[in-house]
Each structure stands twice: as structure tokens, then as C-alpha cells.
């Protein structure tokens, strides 16, 4: 029942990430308003939103009955460097006393925390089955504070591969991935998980005309959706991108119609 309310009953998932403050090496302004942003991204179309367990006391007015919670169960020590710590710092049973429909868990495979990594992978895997709570793993590269292109070739494609089929293999109902570089790519990442459903993790910022365009070529690959935070709510309306990424998804828009669009409802949000 949880699941169906996550991907709603097109099949598609438009979650806005304002979880940032458990992840980011320094504070991100535009999360000041927490319950501003949370309307924006509600009124653009996103029907599940991620955040952690103190902030949803201050936005839960701003979800609407259909909205639903993505707990995060994560945050990174030492985000500043190459490879930050992944720490949990909550249980599937808070997630659940919430009323979430989902918990995630930020995944980051390598070094010397790998073996501990894949524990707490599999623990929250386990408790989300005997609860009833969904799994959305991200399984992106260490850093997310970096552009795709440099992540890419540190890292490389395999990286990104292994860790979202570890993310299936180990119970996850979504899994959250990476734009590779292509939409070869991202569809062989899509084949990798045998059928669990992907988003699109939404990365570093970039220019509108890119993300839709990623968007536009996961939805193509097999994706079901998008995970995005920062190209939300750092952008100069986070409403209007919100709802281009919508439309790209649900009604499957060219990336350049959702663009013209976008750009016509920041003209006229700007003029009143």
C-alpha cells in the first residue's frame, strides 16, 4: 500500500530530495524556509518528498493528503572530503511512527567502510521487509558534491553498476541511481536491477536544458521517475522546474517542449 502511494498510479515517482543538511559540507541557504520549499515542490507535481526526522515537524503542513514522506536514515560525516562516512542515524520503525510510505538510505560502496556499508545496507533492508516500509537505496557514487563528468571518471560506469544491483540484490523496492553519461548507459544500469523500479538522482546542479534532457533520456531507458534536490530547491523558481520535470515524466513531454514552458512560467512568475 506504501509502494502505490510512492509511484503513483501512472507508474511514475517525482520525489524532491530536501534532505541536504545530512549530507551537505556546508549549509545550504535555500533550506532556511523548509516549509516553503516543500510547497513549492507539492504545487510543481512532486508526489513524495525526502527529508529527515526533525524537519518534517516544521513541513508537515506543507504535504498535501497524497504527498507522501521519504525518511532518510543516513547522514554523511565529514562531507567535505572525497569520500565522506555514511552514518545511520535512524530506524525504520521512527520512519513508520512518522507516517512515512518509504525510508532511504544513502549508499557508498569502496575503501574501508565498504564491509560496514553493506551491513547496514542489509539491517535496513531486512527491517523495512518485516515492517512494510519501502526501500529507496541510493546507490550513486561516494560524493554527490561533484559534477557527474569528474565522479564518472574517478569512479567509472562498473561503480555505479555493481552498486545498484548490490542495492537489488540486498532488498531494495527502488533504487536511486546516477546519470552515467548516456542513456546507454543509464539502460544498462536499469537492467542490472532485473525489474526494480530506478529514478534519476538529480546530482550537482546543472543547467535546466541538461537535467530535462537527462531526465527525457532515463525516462526513454527505463526510469520511473527522478530523485532531485538541489536543481529544485536551489533554483530560481523550484515550483516551475519542478513541474517541467513533471510533465517530462508523467506525460512524457520532449525535454525542449518542457524547457519552452519552463522558461515561460519563470517570465511570468517573475513579472507579477
Not at 521519504?70 to 513508520?96: D, K
Not at 537527462?214 to 533554483?235: D, K, L, P, W
Amino acid at each position: 500500500m506504501r509502494l502505490k502511494r510512492v509511484i503513483d498510479p501512472a507508474g511514475v515517482s517525482v520525489i524532491c530530495a530536501l534532505d541536504h543538511g545530512m549530507t551537505a559540507p556546508t549549509f545550504l541557504e535555500p533550506l532556511s524556509d523548509i516549509a516553503e520549499r516543500t510547497t513549492e515542490a507539492v504545487a510543481g507535481g512532486a508526489n513524495v518528498i525526502m527529508m529527515s526526522k526533525g524537519m518534517i515537524r516544521l513541513a508537515v503542513d506543507a504535504f498535501s493528503p497524497t504527498t507522501s514522506l521519504a525518511l532518510l536514515l543516513s547522514a554523511s560525516a565529514n562531507p567535505g572530503e572525497s569520500r565522506p562516512a555514511v552514518i545511520q542515524i535512524a530506524e525504520v520503525e521512527e520512519a513508520a511512527r512518522l507516517g512515512a510510505d518509504a525510508v532511504v538510505l544513502f549508499t557508498a560502496l569502496g575503501g574501508e567502510t565498504e564491509a560496514a556499508m553493506i551491513r547496514t545496507l542489509a539491517g535496513v533492508g531486512r527491517e523495512s521487509a518485516l515492517l512494510g516500509v519501502p526501500l529507496i537505496a541510493e546507490a550513486e557514487f561516494p560524493t554527490t558534491y561533484a559534477s557527474v563528468e569528474e565522479l564518472t571518471e574517478r569512479y567509472g560506469f562498473e561503480y555505479l553498476r555493481r552498486s545498484v544491483r548490490l542495492c537489488a540484490e540486498l532488498g531494495a523496492d527502488i533504487v536511486k541511481t546516477n546519470w552515467p553519461g548516456d542513456e546507454d548507459s543509464f539502460g544498462r544500469l536499469v537492467q542490472a536491477v532485473n525489474g526494480i523500479p530506478v529514478v534519476l538522482a538529480g546530482g550537482s546542479r546543472v543547467e535546466d536544458a541538461e537535467l530535462l534532457r537527462r531526465m527525457e533520456c532515463a525516462m526513454q531507458a527505463g526510469a520511473i521517475g527522478c530523485s532531485v534536490g538541489r536543481n529544485i530547491f536551489m533554483h530560481r523558481s523550484p515550483e516551475a522546474i519542478t513541474r517541467a520535470l513533471s510533465r517530462v515524466i508523467r506525460e512524457r513531454w520532449p525535454a525542449r517542449k518542457a524547457l519552452a514552458a519552463l522558461e515561460q512560467d519563470v517570465a511570468v512568475g517573475a513579472a507579477r
